[in-house]
């Protein structure tokens, strides 16, 4: 086993909780002992939570806006957040991977400084737009149901694009 000693904290929000259509990723980080379950945990600030094309959830760096965000918070190793990364989309502008204060959610003291997967910048704030400036605190288990995965979306897709038309079209 690697000694790996870097460690990042990473809040997740949406399809990598719990529960959800992308948690077998830290499931696996936990077995290989890349990630490590911190608990449920709160955005310190509001931010927008908004659902996308294809179901995919979108925490919007518009600190302020939407509501205090609920979560989950994991320690990661070097190794897994490169997958992490990956999953993301972070190379190809998708997501980027930001600071964010949060706390535990029974507990309303001790701030925690993490980092989170947010929209990228170049559609993030006209996705909050498009979807009329109301977004949710939390990424729940019926919104989840509505997220397609990489694998049951066209093949030749292109989410960049997806999301720039969608942001684009008026209706």
């Known amino acids: 086993m690697a ?11 949406g399809t990598l909780k719990r529960g959800h259509g992308n948690h077998y990723l830290i499931e696996d980080l936990i077995c290989k002992k890349d990630a490590i379950f911190m608990g449920a945990h ?33 320690s ?19 997501y980027e991977r930001l600071p964010i204060q949060v706390y535990e959610e029974d507990k309303g003291d001790g701030l925690v400084a993490a980092e989170a997967y947010f929209a990228h910048r170049s559609f993030g704030e006209r996705l909050w737009e498009k979807k009329g400036k109301v ?5 729940g288990e019926e919104d989840g149901k509505g997220y397609v995965s990489k694998n049951d979306r066209p093949q030749g897709y292109n989410i960049i694009n997806e999301l720039t038309s969608f942001c684009n079209n008026p209706s």
């Open 3 to 13: 000694a790996e000693v870097t460690k990042a904290l990473i809040f997740t929000y």
């Open 135 to 139: 977004g949710l605190n939390e990424f």
């Open 42 to 74: 709160v955005t310190h600030q509001p931010h927008p939570l908004v659902i996308g094309p294809y179901g995919i959830p979108y925490l919007i760096n518009l600190p302020g806006h939407g509501h205090r965000v609920k979560g989950e918070l994991y």
């Open 76 to 94: 990661v190793s070097t190794r897994g957040l490169a997958r992490l990364d990956e999953l993301e989309g972070i190379s190809i502008g998708h």
